[in-house]
């Protein structure tokens, strides 16, 4: 086992997600006495549930020109209970709408212009609880010394600047997942021990 590999497994469970949710949505047409309240902020890695009677007809699209415009409409899904999940890429704003009827149900308020955040992410900074040694003795030794090698200074000294960096970037309103996991993956190829 690498020590790169022990790091980045132990970095991955020290991160944290908070936040993310399901989110179940009515998704009707708007009735005037009974409007529907539609959700319109969500987060990275909320998972958006559309639900909808099963004898009515309906669907979900991502309008990337915002409002009613059906103009490259994405196709989300056409079956109650669909789910989406927010990702990284729909932060700022997005709208979704029914494009049931030429774009009907939408021009009828069944559409959400949306709002999409950065997800929370939260660092662990405390060291895990000790284990206690179930296996033999020579399984034992062997650990023992990949052990030794993962906490050896030059490497608490690389994964120090590593958490520091990564600390920074959570701190910064810029936040990135994919920038953070290419500067782990980058640190612990660097300090690569058998």
């Known amino acids: 086992m690498s020590k790169s590999f022990v790091l980045f497994v132990s970095f991955l469970i020290s991160l944290n997600f908070v936040n993310s949710k399901t989110v179940d949505i009515n998704w009707v047409i708007p009735d005037t006495d009974d409007p529907a309240k539609f959700p319109d902020k969500f987060t990275v890695g ?3 549930k559309f639900n909808w009677p099963a004898n009515a007809s309906h669907n979900a699209y991502i309008h990337p020109n915002g409002g009613c415009d059906r103009t490259d409409a994405i196709l989300i899904g056409d079956t109650t209970g669909f789910t989406y999940t927010v990702v990284e890429a729909d932060i700022g704003q997005k709208v979704f709408a ?3 009827g030429a774009g009907n ?3 009828r308020g069944q559409i959400i212009e949306a709002t999409i955040m950065a997800a929370s992410v939260e660092i662990i900074t405390s060291a895990p609880k000790a284990m206690t040694p179930t296996a033999p003795p020579v399984e034992k030794e062997m650990a023992d010394k990949v052990m030794d090698k993962v906490m050896d200074t030059e490497m608490e000294t690389e994964l ?3 958490i520091d960096k990564v600390n920074e970037d959570v701190k910064s309103s810029c936040f990135q997942y994919s ?3 290419q500067k782990i993956l980058i640190a612990l190829m660097l300090t690569q021990v058998v």
Request: glycine share 0%; charged share 25%.
């Open 46 to 48: 909320d998972v958006l």
């Open 98 to 100: 029914c494009d049931i």
């Open 105 to 107: 149900h939408c021009s």
């Open 160 to 162: 120090d600047k590593v």
């Open 179 to 181: 920038a953070i996991f």
